[in-house]
């Protein structure tokens, strides 16, 4: 089994920061993408980061400037720095890996369970 276990969530007043973990482990021979998707409830799945195996990252243009993305292959492991935090990020964020079990095999996508971040006042 893969698993993703988040942690770093909490509650943070606005302009705040908040520093997400989340640690994947299991049958993965390797990792491709990792990233952050977040809900909150009325609007949609939205993504909010992601990086590749080669460090390239994409963001969200909602959060472009305020959020950091950031990797540890070698411990599959993948970071999201959140500062300059608005009520308006708070969400149920999830993380997520593309990743295969072996060296040819075909890509996979794992969640995490979802963690609560509440930016408020």
């Known amino acids: 089994q893969v698993q993703l276990v988040e942690s770093g969530g909490g509650l943070v007043q606005p302009g705040g920061s908040l520093s997400l973990s989340c640690a994947a482990s299991?049958?993965?021979?390797?990792?491709?993408?990792m990233g952050w998707y977040r809900q909150s409830p009325g609007k949609q799945l939205e993504l909010v980061a992601i990086?590749?195996?080669?460090?390239?990252?994409n963001y969200a243009d909602s959060v472009k400037g305020r959020f950091t993305i950031s990797r540890d292959s070698a411990r599959n492991t993948e970071y999201l720095q959140m500062n300059a935090l608005k009520p308006e990020d708070t969400a149920v964020y999830s993380c997520?890996?593309?990743?295969?079990?072996?060296?040819?095999?075909?890509?996979?996508?794992?969640w995490g369970q979802g963690i609560q971040v509440t930016v408020s006042s």
């Open positions: 990086i590749s195996s080669g460090g390239d990252t």
């Open positions: 997520y890996i593309e990743a295969r079990a072996t060296t040819l095999g075909s890509l996979h996508v794992y």
């Open positions: 299991g049958s993965i021979f390797s990792i491709v993408n």
